[in-house]
């Protein structure tokens, strides 16, 4: 069967319709850039944000961006079960209220920390570490950085996505990073740092956060739909006359 240049556009333009833009018709995609702060407790078996059940409020810094300008309010949850990395499912883990509506953060991923073990057993000025536990299949998502004699910087990294509320996930959802760093001046040491948590105590710190949304890349009918552009353009090239 042989399609004309204006029925292989017609069917693209339909496709477009149909697949493309259903789902994002209804509200538009999480992007920009949104900072927060507030304190963090952490030890063998939990990441606490909150003094009082959680969720709880955190407070807002700047710069806010694109979807989260005009941040005014939100919340943050704990996390609980361990300081372990890999794959989580937390429905509102943070929530952003801002000009454009509220935002809902879903975490989806615990990222492992990028230290290695071998800076783990010295204070030594420069080295990181990040512990593994259970003999070294379970990697701990945070990286321990020792800046100076007495000071540890700890960061953290998620992952998941955000969308607005209402419509929910049903109007598109963005894919979402949220970076947390901490300084550790109490303890000071990477070595004081994971004797405290390993022994079974915490160490709680202020922390700065960052969250990040950008827009999603094309989708399965995205890639058909250039498919099909694609095809009528060459079969008007191959068809013209000349």
Known sequence: MKFSNLRLMTIAAAFVGAMALAP???AALV?????IAGTTTVSETSILFCST???CAFTVEAPNTGSFSGLASGTIDDLT????????????????????????FDLTEINPGTGGTAGCTSNTVGNTCTPT??????????????????TVDISLD???VSYF?????????SPTLGGFTTQDLVTGTITGILATINGGGSITDS????????????????????????????????????
């Open 31 to 35: 992007t920009g850039e949104a900072n």
């Open 81 to 104: 079960g361990g300081p372990y990395s890999g794959p989580a499912s937390v429905t509102d883990f943070a929530t952003f209220v801002a000009t454009a509506g509220t935002i809902d």
């Open 133 to 150: 536990y259970s003999s070294g299949t379970i990697v701990s998502p945070f990286t321990l950085f020792q800046v100076g004699p007495n």
């Open 53 to 55: 059940p959680s969720p």
């Open 24 to 26: 994002f018709a209804s």
């Open 207 to 242: 922390y700065s956060a960052t969250f990040v949304s950008s827009v999603p890349e094309p989708t399965t009918a995205f890639l058909g739909l250039s498919g099909l552009l694609m095809a009528a353009g060459l079969y008007r090239r191959r068809n013209r006359k000349v």
């Open 165 to 173: 509320n209402p419509p929910g996930k049903s109007g598109g959802t």
């Open 158 to 160: 998620l992952s998941g």
